[in-house]
């Protein structure tokens, strides 16, 4: 289409543009007329462990709705052979499906779990909060601005487009020389620091404010696998980052890391993969949490095998370091690395599928209860069994000459990161949402929600498996009648649509709910943690007094023994929460920096980085501990 | 009972411990990049680039920074004003000295015409020596913050030993990752 003034832009950006401005419109006279813009400040101040959640539940399914968007329009691309729909043909299909990947991965998976640890990590172990608060609102303003610098992109017309592992040397300025791909740097990048942020105030909390007694060892398995999954990101996210850095003073500075004569691509598919395969399981394991949890709830009974449950967190923790070139089969690294990867992806089967069996097992002459949240782990179950076994046919190195870059990779994935990792975040969402609202989402939504997406999901992504073994190469944005897919890429299509519509019950829930239901009570599923001992809401400091625990369970077997868990004498001292708009107004300049790198406007760079500096002297003079230091040295 | 700043200050100093285990491994994965593409297969060799008097300078300059930051840490055992001002004093001074030499090497060798585009050993050089420069400079303008809001007394004397002590862990790894930048970046091709 052609703007006046503008210029050339393609049709669909004008569109979302239109689109972004009315939206943008009753969204702000909406907020005037109902008087929410104090909630709105109170938020944007907030260093609160639940309230910083759910700032990063609403974010995330914003994200999650642009990035569904993206999928249907890869989906109606390939609905048909020789199709033609709309402008998602080669380089603009390219765009669809990198910031599909990226979004989905990024500033979908990562917040839909970090949320969750925020709102229940805490009230699981009797923490009153996270132990860093401030640090906490900077992870997520950061994870925010990383998100919305991504998303920008697509506004401008530059939306990365060298595929979600930004392989080299497509992604140098060689090839790509348009500042898309620079987008793709500068937003993962600033996110990913909030994530390593998120990591460390998450590891602290665990290691140093445990109620008393709550051993390690009597942790209910959600809080193990967000410690597991915290490590993880400790040591994948920096070389995320550095690799990012690497490849940013390639694109802007001139460098040759990973491009031609002297330079090496394959670095760069080692540094982003050591990376990316921990991600894999920085993104399953806390799922992997939550329905253990979830599963032993609503089975009336304690999980069955807990410490193999926390090995197999472990051991897949460690494995999860060791098979980062089973992406790089096909690269010829040669044949003793070949077997060595395969032979640790294929380990990596032993400890999930103890996890498996527990969880039959923990089910096993339980009473079962199927409410919402117990649906989705029984949905879970057969679901990541599939992709776990499609997994381990990968990891055969000499067939995966076949399977590499093929659609039945792609299915593999989203049975793995859909069944476990989306599964999981709705399931969590279901659990956790009185003491995220006080409110308790709808039953009968709930399972409309569970059962469309279940099957649009299944209708989506199985016949790719076979498109994928007859051929179908990923990244393709058209195939021909005599390829023969037709009907099973046209079967993908409409279980896309399904899962689609399955987010609208979902959606309509959560707004149903907000608007029209009464308070929840503290413990409504009949838990059997800590988290279900406080107020819905959780209140601001819920555990006063702090409560003393003694087993595993210690709130399921004190409602059966009819007493009250007993109070603990000399608590710690609990984090101070602040309220501050240094977290959002850092983020907003860290942004502007970006902006400046992404163009490469040199005033920009300067301007952004200095005020980032000064928000590090306004921070250290500013310092909430100053007042309860001084309290305490007058006593 | 332990007291609350006690409490609240473990917290802090386990997160900035961790903290640095992230910066260990972005500074392992810089590291592996420069043995990686070092020597060069083509352009210039790091024997050709490399001027060990500047090396010895600067190591010289960093290393005894670690030292009279000691002096101050004794200083905050005891709550002797004197000896923490001594201590900062004097790092700030050696810290200072190193930056200065820092961007004298840097200079010299762009002015050479070894700039960081030439090859990959120059590209990692520059982007592992240069991210530990620019840690350096943060240390400095930390330490000045630092030796301002000691000058203030405004802050209580717990909050100023804790702000103190964080940083003492910051600069110490600084120098540690120095001494990995002389083992691995210059050693091998200096001796």
């Known amino acids: ?297 609503f089975s009336t009974k304690r999980v069955y095998g807990y410490t193999s449950m926390v090995a197999a967190l472990a051991l897949i923790g460690l494995l999860g370091f060791m098979v980062w070139a089973h992406h790089m089969f096909t690269v010829g690294l040669g044949s003793m690395a070949n077997t060595f990867f395969a032979i640790t992806t294929m380990l990596i089967a032993v400890p999930t599928g103890i996890k498996v069996f527990n969880w039959l097992f923990t089910m096993r002459k339980g009473i079962v209860k199927i409410r919402t949240p117990m649906l989705f782990a029984l949905g879970f179950i057969p679901t990541f069994v599939i992709g776990g076994v499609t997994g381990v046919m990968l990891a055969v190195a000499a067939a995966d000459y076949q399977y590499h870059d093929s659609y039945f990779v792609v299915a593999h994935f989203h049975y793995t990161i859909i069944g476990g990792t989306i599964l999981g975040s709705f399931a969590g969402i279901y659990y956790w949402f009185p003491k995220m609202t006080g409110k308790m989402l709808n039953e009968k939504l709930g399972k409309w929600h569970f059962w469309l997406f279940l099957i649009g999901f299944h209708l989506t992504f199985m016949p790719q498996h076979f498109a994928g073994l007859n051929g179908m190469p990923r990244r393709v944005y058209t195939y021909m009648w005599e390829d023969h897919i037709f009907l099973l890429n046209f079967v993908s299509t409409i279980g896309a649509f399904l899962m689609g519509a399955s987010m609208l019950f979902f959606i309509w829930n959560i707004y149903y709910t907000c608007r029209f239901t009464g308070g929840a009570a503290a413990d409504p599923w009949n838990g059997r943690t800590l988290e279900w001992t406080v107020g819905s809401p959780a209140p601001e400091h819920p555990f006063e007094p702090m409560p003393r625990i003694d087993s595993l369970d210690a709130y399921w077997y004190a409602k059966i023994n009819k007493k009250q868990l007993p109070e603990a004498e000399d608590v710690r001292p609990s984090p101070i929460a602040v309220e501050t708009f240094q977290p959002v107004l850092l983020a907003g300049v860290i942004g502007i920096m970006s902006i400046g790198f992404i163009y490469g406007w040199l005033w920009m760079q300067i301007v952004g980085a200095g005020a980032s500096l000064a928000f590090f002297v306004i921070r250290s003079l500013t310092d909430e501990r100053k007042r309860v230091y001084e309290r305490e040295e007058e006593l | 009972m332990k007291q609350v700043s006690e409490i609240l200050y473990q917290d802090k100093k386990l997160g900035f411990f961790i903290y640095l285990i992230v910066e260990a491994v972005m500074f392992a994965t810089l590291f592996a990049t420069y043995i990686i593409f070092t020597p060069p297969s083509e352009g210039v060799q790091p024997d050709e680039v490399y001027e060990l008097k500047t090396v010895i300078l600067t190591s010289v300059f960093l290393l005894s920074s670690s030292g009279t930051l000691l002096v101050a840490e004794s200083g905050l055992k005891h709550w002797n004003r004197m000896k923490i001002w001594l201590g900062l004093g004097l790092t700030l001074l050696l810290g200072s000295l190193f930056m200065g030499f820092e961007v004298h090497e840097f200079y010299k060798y762009a002015s050479e015409g070894h700039t960081i585009t030439v090859n990959n050993f120059l590209s990692s050089f520059y982007v592992l020596v240069g991210l530990h420069a620019s840690h350096v400079a943060f240390g400095l303008a930390w330490m000045i913050l630092l030796m301002l809001q000691f000058k203030q007394q405004k802050i209580p004397e717990s909050l100023f030993i804790e702000k103190h002590k964080i940083f003492n862990y910051y600069w110490h790894f600084v120098d540690a990752i120095w001494v990995m930048i002389i083992l691995i970046v210059y050693a091998p091709y200096l001796f």
């Open chain 1, 1 to 297: 289409m052609n703007i006046p003034f503008i210029g050339e832009v393609p049709s669909d950006i004008v569109v979302a543009w239109i689109i972004s401005i009315l939206l943008g419109g009753f969204l702000f006279s909406w907020v005037t007329k109902a008087g929410k813009w104090q909630v709105i400040m109170k938020y944007a101040q907030t260093t609160h462990h639940r309230k910083i959640g759910v700032m990063y539940l609403l974010l995330a399914v914003v994200f999650f709705i642009r990035g569904g968007i993206d999928a249907l329009f890869i989906r109606t691309q390939l609905a048909v052979p020789e199709n033609d729909f709309w402008v998602f043909q080669s380089q603009k299909y390219n765009e669809v499906f990198t910031t599909h990947g990226t979004i989905m991965i990024f500033f979908v998976a990562m917040p839909l779990l970090i949320g969750l640890m925020n709102v229940a990590l805490p009230l699981q172990i009797g923490a009153n909060d996270l132990a860093f608060p401030y640090l906490n609102a900077v992870s997520f303003w950061l994870f925010a601005a990383g998100g919305v610098i991504f998303n920008m992109a697509f506004f401008f017309n530059a939306a990365p487009n060298a595929g979600w592992t930004m392989y080299t040397p497509l992604a140098t300025d060689t090839f790509t020389t348009e500042p898309n791909n620079n987008y793709y740097i500068l937003g993962v990048q600033v996110s990913g620091l909030g994530t390593i942020f998120t990591a460390i105030n998450m590891i602290v909390t665990i290691i140093r404010l445990r109620a008393p007694g709550m051993k390690l060892s009597r942790m209910p398995l959600f809080s193990w696998s967000a410690l597991i999954t915290s490590v993880l990101i400790l040591v994948a996210f920096p070389v995320l980052t550095i690799a990012l850095l690497l490849l940013m003073f390639d694109r802007l500075y001139g460098t040759n890391f990973f491009m031609g004569e002297v330079g090496d691509p394959v670095y760069w598919q080692h540094l982003f993969w050591i990376f990316g395969h921990p991600e894999v399981y920085i993104i399953v394991l806390p799922a992997f949490g939550i329905f253990s949890d979830i599963i032993s709830n």
